[in-house]
């Protein structure tokens, strides 16, 4: 299937996802405004960050049983209404404690309900399956878009104006996806039809998943991406400035991530409809290993934080179509909110972690140098857990007529 043949949802979720995942992904570059305004250390806001990140997980599984109920256009409408609110209320807070509820708990929550989880599930139910984990990665690919796109932006705006100024943007920016959520109707022209497997029970398909031994190994796997992917999007930017970098050379490195993610997404996508998706998801680890190990191995200049950024950026979420490609391909499209969303709560946990100890380490030992080896050591491990994943659909008996 051509990708201009997808339906209109596909499109539309594609939209939301370059502003949700865009605007998240420039966190970072608030880290050292923030803290120097409310005189706090690089542990309170990473613990804020990681909070969001924690509770984007928590969310995760309810909004995406909410979604395989009652379609995704609703979720996404609650989902922008609180990550706006979110973000214009941290942009006005006055004492650092209320950060943890607004750029914690109700940003997480906004990005659950405007994320990869709602998106994909409406996307699974739209694309035919051969042809999934290529839609999966033209839609992460989304993701990697709004990252090269908002975040040069979000640097130009705490240049020009200050970081209340750029979060009281970025929620006006939020309004958007409300008008893109009017076009993600449920049930699009080309989706499945109706078969066995949708006359399952969702109680029925969580038993069904959590006895399987491979759903258990993706969701191992996807809680080292998340720690890789919040470690590195939180801190680089203060690292690179540990190191005597200017902070246009962290914004570059970034955006070359994002840049390069968009091709990295749809490849990874695109090898798992080719090939066996537990092996290219161990290739995927392997390569992420060797780059991190590289990167902090050589010397850190402006050249090599660009190169990292790009190489790093060809593995970034090429997990997202993959990992959910596995989930589709094992248990359907039919529970994919519900089962993905677990499973990227999973993600989160990491990202909390990956998030927050990045900050409590640095601040007590004033090095970033032990995390990044443990990155390295995650995913050799990650690697080797997706190797006895048993992908094989499951069958199941008929429905009694």
């Not at 029970?201 to 720690?227: D, Q």
């Not at 589709?328 to 989160?348: A, C, D, E, K």
Request: aromatic share 14%; charged share 10%.
């Amino acid at each position: 299937m051509s990708i201009f043949r997808y339906p209109l949802l596909v499109w539309m979720g594609i939209a939301i996802l370059i502003l949700s995942l865009g605007i998240r992904q420039s966190f970072g570059l608030f880290m050292t405004p923030i803290s120097q305004s409310f005189e706090v250390g690089r542990e309170f806001f990473s613990l804020a960050i990681a909070l969001q990140n924690l509770l984007f997980g928590v969310f995760q599984p309810f909004v995406g049983m909410a979604a395989d109920r009652f379609g995704p256009r609703r979720i996404i409408v609650v989902g922008a209404v609180a990550y706006a609110a979110g973000l214009y209320l941290t942009s006005v807070a006055v004492q650092p404690e209320w950060l943890y509820l607004t750029l914690g708990a109700l940003v997480g929550l906004g990005l659950a309900g405007t994320s990869y989880v709602i998106v994909l599930g409406a996307v699974a139910r739209a694309v035919p399956a051969e042809h999934a984990a290529k839609a999966f990665g033209l839609t992460t690919a989304a993701g990697s878009f709004g990252m090269f796109a908002v975040i040069p932006g979000a640097q130009a705006l705490l240049t020009e104006l200050d970081w209340q100024g750029a979060l009281q943007i970025f929620a006006l920016a939020c309004a958007l996806m409300l008008a893109f959520a009017a076009f993600m109707r449920p049930r699009e022209a080309g989706a499945l039809p109706t078969t066995t497997a949708d006359q399952q029970s969702l109680k029925a398909a969580l038993s069904e998943a959590l006895g399987h031994r491979g759903y258990w190994f993706i969701h191992l796997g996807f809680f080292v991406c998340g720690f890789h992917v919040m470690f590195i999007a939180t801190h680089l930017p203060s690292y690179l400035a540990d190191k005597g970098l200017a902070a246009d050379t962290a914004a570059m490195a970034l955006a070359y991530v994002g840049i390069f993610n968009i091709f990295g997404s749809y490849f990874w996508g695109l090898m798992g409809d080719h090939f066996d998706k537990r092996y290219v998801m161990t290739s995927l680890y392997v390569l992420r290993a060797a780059v991190i190990a590289a990167f902090v191995t050589l010397p850190v200049t402006q050249t090599t934080a660009g190169l990292f950024g790009a190489a790093i950026g060809f593995c970034w979420l090429g997990t997202v179509p993959l990992t959910s490609g596995l989930v589709r391909q094992i248990f359907g499209p039919r529970y994919l909110s519900t089962l993905y969303g677990l499973v990227f709560f999973t993600h989160q946990v990491g990202s909390f972690l990956g998030a927050w100890f990045g900050g409590y380490l640095y601040d007590a030992t004033g090095s970033y140098e032990p995390i990044w080896w443990a990155t390295v050591v995650l995913a050799l491990v990650a690697a080797l857990l997706h190797l006895p994943i048993d992908a094989r659909p499951l069958e199941r008996a008929p429905s009694p007529a």
